[in-house]
């Protein structure tokens, strides 16, 4: 009965001492989940602020290309117009009457 009741106990301690160690495994392997997890999140971010300052170049690249393409056909409208501006209608030939009615529709036929 006594050897009995040591092989219980026994196995009670080994029982309580295999869940634990299963419960230590269990929370090492989510603490190394979560890591994993965080610096995934992190590579996420870096890559995003990454992208975003290319994006933020491109478009600072693509805004100047429009200011100065905005600027030459300006400069073009102004020449014409000083060109043009003492002629009558009739002396002016179908081109630049076709590029002073476009610098008018963008309103810089004008000094």
Same mark, same amino acid.
Do not use: H, P
């Given at each position: 009965?006594?050897?009995?009741?040591?092989?219980?106990?026994?196995?009670?301690?080994?029982? +309580?001492?295999? /869940?634990? !160690?299963?419960?230590?495994?269990?929370?090492?392997? &989510?603490? %190394? #989940? $979560? @890591?994993?997890? =965080?610096?995934?999140?992190?590579?996420?971010?870096?890559?995003?602020? +990454?992208?975003? /300052?290319? !994006?933020?170049?491109?478009?600072?690249?693509?805004? &100047?290309? %429009? #200011? $100065? @393409?905005?600027? =030459?056909?300006?400069?073009?409208?102004?020449?014409?117009?000083?060109?043009?501006?003492?002629?009558?209608?009739?002396?002016?030939?179908?081109?630049?009457?076709?590029?002073?009615? $476009?610098?008018?529709?963008?309103?810089?036929?004008?000094?």
């Amino acid at each position: 009965m006594k050897l009995a009741l040591l092989v219980l106990v026994a196995c009670g301690a080994w029982a +309580q001492d295999n /869940k634990a !160690q299963q419960e230590a495994s269990s929370a090492a392997k &989510a603490r %190394a #989940d $979560a @890591e994993i997890m =965080r610096q995934a999140d992190e590579k996420s971010e870096r890559i995003r602020r +990454q992208r975003a /300052k290319e !994006q933020a170049v491109i478009d600072a690249e693509e805004a &100047a290309l %429009a #200011d $100065a @393409e905005q600027e =030459r056909v300006r400069k073009t409208c102004s020449v014409l117009f000083t060109r043009t501006a003492n002629r009558k209608v009739s002396d002016l030939t179908v081109l630049e009457t076709k590029k002073v009615q $476009a610098c008018t529709m963008l309103g810089y036929y004008e000094r």
